[in-house]
Structures are given as C-alpha cells and as structure tokens.
C-alpha cells in the first residue's frame, strides 16, 4: 500500500473495466493505511466506500470522477470509516446511494439513508458492467460484497482483509453468520478480492480458507482454555486464547471472543451462568 497516495485515483491493473483504488485519509491502529475507496468504469461510474466524510476526500472524488456520472455510490457496511462520506458525494453528484441501513450501535453511520431496499442477489446494472450485491453479515449484520461480475472481482470491505482479520462485533456481529457468508464465498468462482484496507488480493480461495482455518483454530483455543481454567469470566480467558495478540488489540480482541463463545452456546458446547463461562 507505500505506492498509493491518500485521495489519488490509481488503476489498481488486472482487469478490462477500469477500477482506480483512492486511499481514504484516514489512517490508523484499526484502518491500517486508510479506508480504501474505488472508482469502477469509464463514463457511467460506480464508487464503493466513499469512507469518512472530509472535504479533502471529497474533492479528491470529484476531481476523479471528472466530466463522466456516477451512477452509484455503494456501500459495503454504515461503519464510520466506510459510509459517512456518502451524503455529501451524493449531494454533489446525484448518485444513487446502495447499501443496507445501519443496525443499532454506537459505531454506526445512523445517518445513511438509501433510497430503496436493497437484497442479497441484486444485479446493478451500469451498460458497461455490472456489480451483484453478495449480503455477508458477520462483521456487522447490514455488511454487503459487491461482485463485478466481467472480472470476478470482489470488493469485501471488512468481511475479507488483506493482511489480517476482522473483528466481530457482538451483538450485532455474529460469528455463525462470519463463517457462513465465508462459506458462500467459497463457492463462488473469484479471481480478485479488492479489501476495505489493505492490498489486493490475486488468490481468493486461499484467503478464504485461510480466514476459516484461522476462525476453527481460534475456536479451538477458546475450547482449551475453557477445559484448562474451568468456570471463568470473559476476561480470564480472553489472554490464553489470545496469547498471540498485541497488548493494545486486546479490547477488540475481547468483542470477537464474545463471539466465538456465543456461538459455542448456540452449537451447545459452551454454558454461560452470568459472567462466567464453562465447557458443557
């Protein structure tokens, strides 16, 4: 990511139908470079992820987009680093804003509004390509993949990073649900993933594998650690299971082994009993 500039435009190579990366200026322990922003086509546009709202940024779109429409403005998920630019953009622009609204949370973007109700199996058509919308809750619950279908190239947002892996956020994150929409994922014939933060990604399949063997192990260790320390609280157990985690990442740490275990509840693995958790 050192070669791309925050707010310029950069044809990320690959593909026929045009896709320019523009790096959010936004970067930090949680969003690494910044907020990947991308621009697809030639006259009638997309742009997915127009990040935080900022005036820099948005000028940076404009100028981008130049003389040609944008035709849409997606959004993969209303997290405050992925949707609250997209207000403006479409003031500016007129584009039409996709995505789903914003779940319940302190985090989320409340006050992205799409014009209509937007599904899991929906072809935008753009004359010149088309994007399908892949819904992949786990993340979040409202988190959609959007697939340029000419290229079989898709755009993940937070559901596949490249580089690391995402937190699930609990309550409206789930884990069950991470590792189903990992698994439709699997079945769909991929050739490029293009992330919400991080680099592109030439080899899908071995991500996607990569993240569901990570998730298991993950699992295998809150397993452990529960038979090691018997009843115990979150925290007790979350630095056994995280032994391999950075000191500062810990809190979030924490929000995903929420999520493992609630979902060794609902597998009837696990026992909860107030703070406390125990192996069944």
Request: hydrophobic content about 35%; charged content about 20%; overall charge negative.
């Amino acid at each position: 990511m050192n070669r791309f500039r925050a707010g310029v435009a950069t044809l990320i190579g690959g593909t026929e139908v045009p896709v320019r990366r523009i790096l959010g200026r936004n970067p930090g322990p949680m969003t690494g470079p910044g907020t990947n922003s991308y621009l697809l086509g030639w006259q009638r546009l997309c742009l997915i992820d127009p990040g935080p709202d900022d005036d820099t940024q948005l000028a940076s779109f404009l100028t981008a987009i130049g003389s040609a429409t944008l035709k849409y403005i997606l959004v993969t998920h209303t997290h405050r680093d992925h949707s609250p630019g997209a207000r403006r953009l479409q003031e500016a622009t007129g584009a039409e804003l996709v995505g789903m609204v914003a779940p319940e949370g302190p985090a989320q973007d409340a006050g992205f509004r799409p014009a209509r109700e937007w599904v899991h199996g929906t072809v935008i058509g753009c004359g010149e390509y088309s994007l399908r919308l892949i819904h992949t809750p786990g993340h979040v619950s409202n988190h959609l993949c959007y697939l340029l279908e000419e290229e079989g190239l898709l755009f993940t947002g937070d559901h596949v990073l490249q580089g690391t892996t995402p937190v699930i956020l609990p309550p409206d994150g789930d884990m069950g649900d991470y590792l189903d929409s990992l698994a439709l994922l699997q079945g769909m014939d991929l050739r490029l993933l293009a992330p919400g933060h991080g680099d592109i990604m030439t080899q899908p399949q071995e991500e996607l594998a990569g993240l569901v063997a990570h998730r298991l192990r993950r699992e295998r260790k809150v397993i452990r650690g529960l038979e090691q320390l018997g009843r115990c609280t979150l925290e007790e157990l979350l630095v056994p299971v995280y032994d391999d985690v950075a000191e500062h990442l810990l809190p979030w740490a924490k929000k995903t082994l929420t999520a493992h275990l609630l979902k060794l509840q609902r597998d009837g693995r696990v026992d909860r009993a107030g703070d406390f958790w125990q192996c069944r």
